[in-house]
């Protein structure tokens, strides 16, 4: 039951950051290090940041079973190539560690 309304929240904190990054899309390129070119890339921001993260975040809602799973499959492969981004490109800032830790409890949470 815990568990159950974890998933829930994780899925919450999804349509929250994609609500951010649609509603205030400069304020969400500080938090990501983004240097969006115009208004081409604020509406990437908007869509991709937006969009697919209220998307996924409200599906889990709708359709319940497996796409908490999927959501939780999608956290996993982003912390998976942080990390190995981390390294490669030198990026160990404390914003880009506590953005793997975050979306790897996520995504562990979303597959149990």
Same mark, same amino acid.
């Given at each position: 039951?815990?568990?159950? *309304? =974890?998933? *829930?929240?994780? +899925? ?6 994609? @609500?951010?990054? @649609?509603?205030? /899309? #400069?304020?969400?390129?500080?938090? &990501?290090?983004?240097? /969006?070119?115009?208004?081409? $890339?604020? &509406? #990437?921001?908007? +869509?991709?940041?937006?969009?697919? *993260?209220?998307?996924? $975040?409200? &599906? /889990?809602? =709708? =359709?319940?079973?497996? &796409?908490?799973?999927? @959501? $939780?499959?999608? *956290? ?7 990390? !190995? ?14 953005? @793997?830790?975050? #979306? ?6 979303? !597959?149990?």
């Amino acid at each position: 039951m815990i568990l159950q *309304y =974890l998933q *829930y929240l994780a +899925c919450i904190i999804t349509i929250i950051a994609g @609500l951010f990054a @649609l509603f205030a /899309p #400069e304020k969400a390129v500080s938090l &990501t290090g983004l240097v /969006p070119k115009g208004g081409r $890339g604020l &509406t #990437e921001i908007r +869509c991709v940041m937006g969009g697919l *993260y209220i998307a996924l $975040g409200v &599906t /889990p809602f =709708l =359709l319940g079973g497996d &796409t908490f799973t999927m @959501l $939780g499959i999608g *956290y996993l492969a982003i912390a998976l190539v942080r990390l !190995v981004s981390i390294f490669v490109d030198k990026s160990g800032t404390q914003s880009t560690w506590m953005s @793997l830790a975050l #979306e790897a409890v996520l995504g562990v949470i979303l !597959v149990l």
